[in-house]
T-cell receptor, first 114, second 111 residues
Framework: KAGVTQTPRYLIKTRGQQVTLSCSPISGHRSVSWYQQTPGQGLQFLFEYFSETQRNKGNFPGRFSGRQFSNSRSEMNVSTLELGDSALYLC?????????????FGPGTRLTVL | TQLLEQSPQFLSIQEGENLTVYCNSSSVFSSLQWYRQEPGEGPVLLVTVVTGGEVKKLKRLTFQFGDARKDSSLHITAAQPGDTGLYLCAGMRGSNYKLTFGKGTLLTVNP
């Protein structure tokens, strides 16, 4: 099976712009989660989608949003970018078999905000 | 306050040495996972533990889940340079499929 893919791998934006990141989960996985990783805060949960519905949400401002399509592919959007949004954004998919929450991560999108 | 505390934050050892890293919490988890992340890549799942007191082995790596399901440890025997990476623990409470991650232990194994 192909792994989780994320596009683009690298992105440079300026403050005030918006950005859309894309994630294709492992075939058959219906749950997609997004995380922000920074050196200071580590991995922080953004949100999780299952069957096109946001099922869980972390403590991030409304500038961070996402959606999931019927084929389980997901996008996340960050509007009005701030310098502090510079981070590695990771997408993970899960099959949820057994309910153990095991996540399979993509390589991430490295976002730099100037 | 970090829900999952990992220690140590940084660890630099010589090839062949043994080491243990810890993941502690005051909360009970229904499952706990360990991941390893290498630079420029996403975390890769190493193991999942679900039962209090459970011990799992993966070659030279031994994972233990505390009896009360609040803490876990990872022991590496005879570390090799290929073990270098960021080791992350992550816990799931209940069945809400939301993982909480510790900040990780950055391990460097020098040849």
């Amino acid at each position: 099976k192909a792994g989780v893919t994320q596009t683009p791998r690298y992105l440079i934006k300026t403050r005030g712009q918006q950005v859309t990141l894309s994630c294709s989960p492992i075939s058959g996985h219906r749950s997609v989660s997004w995380y922000q990783q920074t050196p200071g805060q580590g991995l922080q949960f953004l949100f999780e989608y299952f069957s096109e519905t946001q099922r869980n949400k972390g403590n991030f401002p409304g500038r961070f949003s996402g959606r999931q399509f019927s084929n389980s592919r997901s996008e996340m959007n960050v509007s009005t970018l701030e310098l502090g949004d510079s981070a590695l954004y990771l997408c993970a998919s899960s099959s949820e078999r057994g309910g153990r929450g095991e996540q399979f991560f993509g390589p991430g999108t490295r976002l730099t905000v100037l | 306050t970090q829900l999952l505390e990992q220690s140590p934050q940084f660890l630099s050892i010589q090839e062949g040495e043994n080491l243990t890293v810890y993941c502690n919490s005051s909360s009970v988890f229904s499952s706990l996972q360990w991941y390893r992340q290498e630079p420029g890549e996403g975390p890769v799942l190493l193991v999942t533990v679900v039962t209090g007191g459970e011990v799992k082995k993966l070659k030279r790596l031994t994972f233990q889940f505390g009896d009360a399901r609040k803490d876990s440890s990872l022991h590496i025997t005879a570390a090799q340079p290929g073990d270098t990476g960021l080791y992350l623990c992550a816990g799931m409470r209940g069945s809400n499929y939301k993982l909480t991650f510790g900040k990780g232990t950055l391990l460097t194994v020098n040849p």
